[in-house]
Antibody, heavy 120, light 110 residues
Framework: EVQLVESGGDLVQPGGSLRLSCVTS????????MSWVRQSPGKGLEWLAN????????NYVDSVKGRFTISRDNAKTSLYLQMSSLRADDTAVYFC?????????????WGQGTPVTVSS | QSALTQPPSASGSPGQSVTISCSGT?????????VSWFQQYPGKAPKLIIF???KRPSGVPDRFSGSKSGNTASLTVSGLQAEDEADYYC??????????FGGGTTLTVL
């Protein structure tokens, strides 16, 4: 069974940093691109970033470029999102998602999400 | 990049069909056959129900179907059931390994 479990969400002050983790199991992690997506309270979904199977290439949406860094540890079958210079509008539930092989950022499996609140 | 445009709400009675639209541009929806649809219940993770415009993952009922014409994609739910009441989001590949989402549509089963 495919499982993605996010953790690391917390209450953080504006300007602060936070590292989210996504531990995966049930599939060959090294074969899949992975993505992070967030959902602000009562609002829609926003794709944030994705990373290649071997971690050598990543892409970001403009709103987080330069502030967020996606990474992965294939030995630990884990995905990470390092967030810095956090702002109030970064408050959201953050999901990790597995992309479908052969697709174009087709998000076929999602974790349950971890909440991040940016507030003083 | 602006989000794809979806109607905020849609509704139908049990057994009826409902269609939800997703409007984009010639740079995203119109450029690629990489439109997906997700179903999300409150407090839960989104679930992929349609990918590549009209393909269903294993286990998704064939009551759900997708299509695309020009810059607009559509999700049709046929034979509405109470359990179909949820939020629905479209997404489209937008080039250079980026993804865009629609704003979401709340489907109410009357």
């Amino acid at each position: 069974e495919v499982q993605l479990v996010e953790s690391g969400g917390d209450l953080v002050q504006p300007g602060g940093s936070l590292r989210l983790s996504c531990v995966t199991s049930g599939f060959s992690f090294t074969s899949y691109w992975m993505s992070w997506v967030r959902q602000s309270p009562g609002k829609g979904l926003e794709w944030l970033a994705n990373i290649k199977t071997d971690g050598t290439s990543a892409n970001y949406v403009d709103s987080v470029k330069g502030r967020f860094t996606i990474s992965r540890d294939n030995a630990k079958t884990s995905l990470y999102l390092q967030m810095s210079s956090l702002r109030a509008d970064d408050t959201a539930v953050y999901f990790c998602a597995r992309e479908r092989i052969g697709g174009r950022v087709d998000l076929e499996f999602w974790g349950q999400g971890t909440p991040v609140t940016v507030s003083s | 990049q602006s989000a794809l445009t979806q109607p905020p709400s849609a509704s139908g009675s049990p057994g009826q069909s409902v269609t939800i639209s997703c409007s984009g541009t010639s740079s995203d929806v119109g450029a690629y056959n990489s439109v997906s649809w997700f179903q999300q219940y409150p407090g839960k993770a989104p679930k992929l129900i349609i990918f590549e415009v009209n393909k269903r993952p294993s286990g998704v009922p064939d009551r759900f179907s997708g299509s695309k014409s020009g810059n607009t994609a559509s999700l049709t739910v046929s034979g509405l059931q109470a359990e179909d009441e949820a939020d629905y989001y479209c997404s489209s590949y937008a080039g250079t390994n980026h993804l865009m989402f629609g704003g979401g549509t709340t489907l109410t089963v009357l």
